[in-house]
T-cell receptor, first 110, second 112 residues
Framework: AQSVTQLDSQVPVFEEAPVELRCNYS??????LFWYVQYPNQGLQLLLK??????LVKGINGFEAEFNKSQTSFHLRKPSVHISDTAEYFC????????FGQGTILTVHP | DVKVTQSSRYLVKRTGEKVFLECVQD?????MFWYRQDPGLGLRLIYF???????EKGDIPEGYSVSREKKERFSLILESASTNQTSMYLC???????????FGSGTRLTVV
């Protein structure tokens, strides 16, 4: 079985500050790892994914994530956030089916 | 781009009604999924399907059933709607496990 824990339910941050959204996973097998973003009143959009190879993965909108196998983590980072990054972010693992964490609401303040 | 279309954006139904939520994808994806989204709980998998006429239970299948008669269409059925099924329902499809999922815009269902 696989599970995902997002360690922060809400992250407030000021515009142009760096941000990290934390995600830990557990699985007895190798899985694929994903980050999705959901803007208000919309479906989910894929930000980035880790399948294998380089542990640093770059995605859309300036986001990146680092896969750390020893710590079973896949934290999402952005060096400088914008107001438009305000959204809910979901971490997920996939082994036949995609399992999500509880979500982290990122709020960027001016 | 792959498009996943959910037939209704908002639905209001009465307790005990039979409810159909429809989902259509246009990219010949093998795999289709139904999730419900609730605040603080994230997305939870209800049912999924890897092929026509095939279905598998997800994590919370109770009170739901599904139908996949054609590859592009995956329907979620609430046999007798209850107020605790008030939620946002999201449909998704994928080609393979490592491809990533494409999501519809969601159906916000309210059961009164």
């Amino acid at each position: 079985a696989q599970s995902v824990t997002q360690l922060d339910s809400q992250v407030p941050v000021f515009e142009e500050a760096p941000v990290e959204l934390r995600c830990n996973y557990s699985s007895s097998v190798s899985v694929y790892l994903f980050w999705y973003v959901q803007y208000p009143n919309q479906g989910l959009q894929l930000l980035l994914k880790y399948l294998s190879g380089s542990t640093l993965v770059k995605g859309i909108n300036g986001f990146e994530a680092e896969f750390n196998k020893s710590q079973t983590s896949f934290h999402l980072r952005k060096p400088s956030v914008h107001i438009s990054d305000t959204a809910e972010y979901f971490c997920g693992t996939s082994y036949g089916k995609l399992t999500f964490g509880q979500g982290t609401i990122l709020t960027v303040h001016p | 781009d792959v498009k996943v279309t959910q037939s209704s954006r908002y639905l209001v139904k009465r307790t005990g009604e039979k409810v159909f939520l429809e989902c259509v994808q246009d990219m010949d994806h093998e795999n289709m999924f139904w999730y419900r989204q609730d605040p603080g709980l994230g997305l939870r998998l209800i049912y999924f399907s890897y092929d026509v006429k095939m279905k598998e239970k997800g994590d919370i299948p109770e009170g739901y059933s599904v139908s996949r008669e054609k590859k592009e269409r995956f329907s979620l059925i609430l046999e007798s709607a209850s107020t605790n099924q008030t939620s946002m329902y999201l449909c998704a499809s994928s080609f393979t496990d490592n491809y990533g999922y494409t999501f519809g815009s969601g159906t916000r269902l309210t059961v009164v």
